[in-house]
Every structure is written in C-alpha cells, then in structure tokens.
C-alpha cells in the first residue's frame, strides 16, 4: 500500500497528509480527555458568545428588595431584630407579591428579643428588667417572623455545603420538594446524578418549620470561578430539595410537584407547569444572564419599611430579598461582571424559566463538535497537501468565519451552545504544522542535511547526500553496521589533577583529530560520552567493506595518540591510554528520542556487544578488542589473535574476543603470538598445568602483562577443580 501511495504521490504530500491526520488524531485524544486548560478556553468562548449583546429582563415579575446601605444607616447595623425582618415581609405581602425568596440565612436564634434580653441580663448582670406596654406576642422576635412566614408565600432561604462528598449531616426541618421521577429502564437514579450534599446549615427550626417552604442557595462555579450553571435540585439524606429559585416560582405560580426526567446519562429536563427546563446530567440549569447587576428593578428595603413606595410596586411580583451593603454582599463572578451579587443570579433563573428562555448543552453538542474538528482537520491536510500557497489563504480565512458564524447562529437562534473550540485548534495546529513542515522541506532542505552531518560523516559522503537527497533515510531502518566504543582509561582519577578549564582542553585536544580520523574512514560520529566516542559505519549511507575501514581508523587512533601524549605530557604532565571494542552486526538506526528532542543513532543488542567488548579491555590488559564478525570480514589485511571464548553478561551466546594488529606489529611480535598461541592451545585441550607453565614462561621471556597473569590464575583455579568433560572452553563474565 505504502509502495503504491509513492507511486501516486511525491514523499512530501504523503509526509504532510500523515503529519496533518496525526495532528488532527492527537486532537481528537484532547477532546476525549479535556485538560482543564482547555475546558477553560471552552468556557471564555461560551462567555463570549453570551455577552456579545446585553439583553432587557425577558419577564418584569422578579423585583429585588435590597437591604442597602440606606436601609442600614436609617435602621441600623445588620442583623436586624427579626420583628424588622418580619415587618417587611408583612408590607411585601400586604402590597401583592406572588411570592418571596430570602435569600438570606437565619440560622441560629435572634439575640435581640425580649425575652432573649431578659435573661441575658438576669443571668449576666443580676437585674430584672421588665418591657412595659409590650404585648405578649412581641417578646420573641422568631415568634413575631414565623408568625409572618406561616401566613404568605414564603421561601425561607439556607445553605449546602460540600456538595457531591456524598456524607450526610444530622436531619434538619427544611421541607423537600415534590418531585416526580420519568424515567426509562436504564435511566439513573436521582442519588446517582444530581448533586450530594455533606450538611446543610438549617435555618432555625421554628422558622424552617413555619415557612411554607425552603429553596437552597448554594452554587457550583466552574473551574475558573465563573457562575455559569446553578443546580435547580440536590439530594440530601435521600430526598430531594430545591433550589431557593425554583421553590420561590412554584410558591408564586401554586405548582406543588415537579416532573423530573432523568435518561442513561443523568437529568434530562425538568417539566414545571407549562415549561420544560433543559438540565446538564447532574441536574444543573445554564443561566443566561442578562447583562451586568442591575438589570433587574431594586427597591430599598428602607423605603419599603417606611411606606414610601407606590402601592402597585410589588403587585403579581416575584420578590427576593438581598443585601448589597458593604460587608455584607453575596457576590459572584458571571461572564458578564466579576461582582454579581448572588440574589441577582435568583432573579435570572426565575426570569429564564417564565419567559422559557433557555441555553443548553444537549449530549448530541459533542458529537457535532467532535465530527466538525474531524472535518476540519481533513479539509486543511488535503487543502495544505495540494493547494499552492496563494490559495490557501482564502479557504481557511472562510473555514473559521463558518464555524465561528455557526456557533452564533446556533447560540443565539437555537439557544444550544457549539463550542468551535476543538475546529480552530484543528485549523490552527495543522495550518502551523504543515505550513512550518513544507517550509522547512523546500526553504531549508539542503541547509538541515549539511548543517545536521557536517560533524559527523566525512566530506564526501556529504557530497553524495547533498548530489542525491533522497538516499539519505531518516525514518529508520534495520541493517548491518560496524559499531565502535573508545573510553580514556582512569579519566576520573586524571581530570582530578586538572583544572575545569584543563579538562575541557584536554578532551577537546584528544576528541578533535580522533573524529577527523573517524569521518576520513567514511564513519559517522554518533555521540560523545563524557570522554567516550561512539561511531559507526554503514549508516546513514552504505559504506563498502566497513568492517575493513573502521578497523582501519581504530588502529590509527593508537597511532594518533602516540603523537598527542608527546603534546599531552608536556602540557599536562601526564599521557592517556584508551580502550576500544568493536564489533558488526544488525542493528535498528534512525532517529531516536521524543517527539521533541531526537537524535540519529542505532539501537540493538550489538550495540550493547561492543559496549561490554569495550570494557573488557581493561580485563584483559589490552588495546583494542573485536568480535569474530570483524575478523571474518577484514580477513588477512590485519593479524587477529585470539584471546578467549565468554559470555558476556547479560548475553548467553557465546563471543570468541580477539584483539587486532597491523601485518608490521604482527611481524614485529611475532615470537610473543607464537609463545602465547601455543599457551593457549594447551589451555583449550584442558591441559591446565601445561598451560600454567607456558604463560608463565611467556611471561619471563616477554615480560609480565595482564593478559599472562589473567591466564595463570584461571589455569591455577581450574586445575584445582577441573570443571569436567564437558567443558567447552568458554568464560562467562559476571559484570560489565
């Protein structure tokens, strides 16, 4: 399939369509699992798209008696002596109000009644005091409010805390709502979608009980703090309760239940006399808020209190009673005002249901929004892939007013809110992706070969790339290379005695011609380590016979460092010794890494080979070690000695290890290869004596190494515990 796409499209088109649907998949992935970062951009989009235009309250009943600072400073601090309070409630009833919300807690007892007084200071102060002309039904000022609560339209107002903790506070004698459940047979249960609440802050009893019914205040901001939804319900103790707006309209309009449905998902709706409330799963009602506060008409309750209204202010009205006072203001921030006092979100969601002027998010939305980033994402890969860049422009530019004019449209027309969020990061990311790609790929093509291998192969074969780019495979690959690893022997210990600064001239005087003699043997530098080299040959581009040539330029790294540790004790007071292992085989070569930082190398277990050939050259007190593969391949161009048969660890294969001289060293120390070729054929006959003696007699006549002392030891273990008739002459290594 991959050869048949080649042969209908150019590489660059088929690069760019797999980068433009990756992209698009890899948002597809966001979408799934929303980040908060990006539910945030959902929300501010939903923001802007709700105050766009500021709106009139759709219905005149909702009025707000506000507790301000006028009410304050002609009838004192706050709280009120509740006979005040109940006052007020009277006057609001008397004028003709439907109904009235308190969107304010009384929890505990008023401290300012009568009696309360009395035995304040009876207890405290030890004296009688005695009100006169105070008829009996003034000395308790709860009395005096439950009186008034008991006998109007009421809505006593209280508070959850901690919603969805699913814990239960101690019972309270706040009244639940009527609420008949429509369900199917895989529907949720009410417990299992709305919202749980831990405890809820009671009104007092005497008042909670009076009241002809109870409406929560408490809200669920989103994420960023914002008041976009209210839930209108909340289970508690295995009942369902109200939200202090929906109590307050079934308190006006008479309605005594409630129809709620809930579907596979969650809630659905909730049906309220001739309005069907669209609800989120978790019982949740969008507020579409009408502008900044005070879209709603508010009275002061100082003006109320001393008659100074006309008498038809409060007739067929739905009333809330609040506070704006300094200190005392329940603030919220909404999209269209930071500090929205809370009463006012009441106010709206009252004003929202009877005008059934709704905002939704139906489940359906995600699937709209995610088949329109898919197509998004599509048209912009295959406009990008074959459009020139002249025509470009205009299809995109169209492409995001649509969706952008499609949101409004849906927003403002069908009252359903499509996000275009997850469109335009489509557009935009593939728009920027494939655009930087094709840039890159046509601007800078022959700039990113020169500049990425320039230090790392030699100067013709970046000819050979630069004459015929399309040799030059970078997306990775199995094949056959030579790997080299070389290692300082004792840098730690050494560059202690230096300087940083020495250090860093040190490494640079020793790595800059053993590189130079790496790329001229047509190698390819893969990384330094610390004062290690890694190369190869082979790859990117194939190097005949590159065995031959990497054994080559190893060799002359011995001869290179002869003349550098003149320089070297001169400058430094010391030479430098190194290691090198060497092996060919198959490996996997590409870019390797992250998505973000990638780096051309080879991976495989014959990289990890010549690593541990490396190492084991300070085992055996030699040079340089290579594997059989390196052997057969450079033939009798080089003299290669065996020096043992392992395992290496983490290997159960066995390796034969040789080490590798020029025809002139060979010929030079040709009597100490003899002497020790024939040690070593009596140490594979088993012959563990006889082999003693003759390194040991190796090691008289050409002086004491490694490689002897090695031996005689192993001879001298072995021949203690002979290791039997199977023996196959192999040396497992039991570390690095």
Not at 268 to 289: F, N, T
Not at 435 to 454: L, Y
Not at 579 to 586: A, E, F, T
Request: glycine residues 8%.
């Amino acid at each position: 399939m991959f050869n048949g796409l080649k042969r209908h499209f150019k590489k660059d088109q088929i690069i760019i369509l797999v980068a433009g649907f990756s992209c698009t998949l890899l948002l597809a992935l966001l979408f799934i699992f929303r980040p908060a970062a990006l539910n945030l951009l959902d929300h501010k989009l939903y923001d802007l798209l709700l105050t766009r235009t500021e709106q009139k309250a759709a219905s005149d009943m909702p009025l707000i008696v506000d507790i301000d600072e006028k009410s304050l400073a002609e009838f004192g601090q706050w709280p009120w002596p509740r006979y005040r309070v109940a006052l007020l409630l009277a006057k609001i009833r008397a004028a003709g109000a439907l109904a009235v919300g308190l969107d304010i807690l009384f929890a505990e007892p008023d401290r300012t009644s009568p009696m309360v007084l009395k035995r304040q200071m009876r207890r405290e102060l030890q004296v009688d005091i005695s009100f006169q002309g105070l008829p009996p039904g003034l000395e308790d000022n709860d009395q005096v409010l439950a009186g008034v609560l008991a006998s109007g339209p009421f809505v006593l107002g209280y508070n959850f805390t901690h919603l969805d903790t699913g814990a239960q506070g101690p019972a309270c004698a706040v009244k639940p709502v009527n609420v008949a459940i429509l369900a199917g047979l895989d529907a949720l249960k009410p417990e299992q979608c709305l919202h749980k609440a831990q405890e809820m802050i009671c009104p007092y009893p005497l008042l909670a009980e009076a009241a002809p019914a109870c409406g929560f205040f408490t809200t669920a901001s989103d994420e960023d703090g914002v008041l976009r939804r209210v839930p209108l319900l909340v289970t508690w103790q295995g009942k369902i309760y109200p939200s202090l707006a929906l109590a307050t309209l079934m308190q006006a309009a008479g309605i005594k239940n409630a129809v709620l449905k809930l579907g596979p998902r969650g809630a659905e709706s909730l049906r309220l006399g001739q309005a069907i409330i669209p609800l989120d799963s978790l019982g949740e009602m969008l507020v579409k808020y009408r502008g900044k506060a005070g879209v709603f008409p508010y009275v002061s309750a100082a003006d109320v209190l001393d008659d100074r209204l006309p008498p038809e202010t409060f007739q067929n009205k739905i009333v809330f009673v609040g506070t704006s006072a300094a200190g005392l203001k329940d603030l919220r921030a909404t999209p269209f005002d930071p500090v929205y006092p809370g009463v006012e979100t009441h106010a709206t969601l009252v004003d929202n249901i009877l005008s059934k002027d709704f905002l939704s998010i139906p489940d359906w939305t995600l699937g709209v929004e995610f088949l329109a980033m898919l197509l998004a994402g599509v048209l912009t890969t295959l406009l990008l892939t074959w459009a020139r860049a002249i025509w470009i422009v205009l299809p995109l530019v169209g492409m995001a007013l649509g969706l952008w004019y499609g949101a409004i449209y849906s927003f403002e027309t069908l009252r359903i809110f499509l996000s275009p969020l997850f469109s335009y990061l489509t557009l935009g990311a593939n728009f920027a992706l494939i655009t930087a790609f094709k840039f890159w790929r046509e601007e800078r093509a022959k700039k990113f070969i020169h500049g990425a291998f320039s230090h790392y192969l030699a100067p013709a074969v970046i000819n050979q790339i630069m004459e015929n780019p399309d040799s030059l495979t970078l997306e990775g690959e199995e094949k056959e290379v030579t790997v080299l690893f070389s290692d300082v022997r004792g840098f730690t210990t050494l560059s202690e005695k230096l300087s940083p600064t020495q250090v860093t001239e040190l490494l640079h005087d020793y790595l800059t011609p053993m590189t130079r003699l790496i790329t001229e043997n047509s190698g390819t530098l893969d990384k330094f380590i610390g004062d290690a080299i890694m190369a190869f040959w082979n790859a990117p581009l194939n190097v005949p016979d590159h065995q031959f040539r990497a054994l080559s330029a190893a060799l002359s790294m011995f001869d290179r460092l002869e003349e550098l540790n003149r320089g070297f004790q001169e400058k430094f007071g010391f030479g430098i010794q190194i290691g090198v292992g060497l092996h060919s085989g198959r490996v996997r070569v590409g870019n390797m890494g992250s998505a973000d930082l990638f780096d051309y190398t080879l991976i495989g277990d014959n990289v990890n080979l010549t690593s541990r050939l490396e190492s084991l050259t300070k085992y055996y007190g030699q040079r340089i070690l290579v594997s059989d593969a390196i052997r057969q391949a450079c033939g009798e161009r080089f003299v290669f000695v065996e020096l043992d048969r392992v395992r290496v660890k983490g290997k159960t294969a066995p390796v034969t290890l040789y080490s590798a001289h020029t025809q002139e060293e060979a010929a030079r120390r040709q009597p100490e290869f003899a002497a020790y070729c024939a040690a070593m054929a009596l140490y594979q006959a088993a012959d563990f004596r006889g082999a003693e003696a003759a390194f040991a007699e190796c090691a008289r006549q050409f002086g004491e190494s490694v490689l002897f002392t090695l031996y005689q030891e192993r001879c001298q273990a072995l021949a203690a515990e002979p290791p039997g008739a199977g023996w196959d002459g192999v040396y497992t290594h039991k570390t690095k």
